[in-house]
């Protein structure tokens, strides 16, 4: 079964969008926790809005990515 041009981009776009949100829906507990846990516990450290956590949760990923590779032995 051949799949057309413009359904294939549309699958495509439709998986880069759930991407998008599924990450922004899981940039509010790093919001959450960062302006209940670290606010009140160290001084200088201020409130963070839902695009700033966004932000973090991208630079964690980058930063912190764990790379697992398998051997044959």
Do not use: H, R, Y
């Amino acid at each position: 079964m051949k799949m057309d041009i413009s359904t294939a981009i549309g699958a495509f776009v439709a998986m880069v969008l759930l991407a998008v949100l599924l990450s922004f829906l899981l940039s509010w507990p790093v919001m959450w926790l960062w302006n209940n846990a670290l606010v009140g516990a160290i001084n200088g450290v201020n409130n963070i809005e839902w695009l700033q956590a966004w932000g973090i949760s991208i630079l964690c990923g980058i930063l912190f990515k764990s790379q697992i590779t398998k051997t044959k032995e």
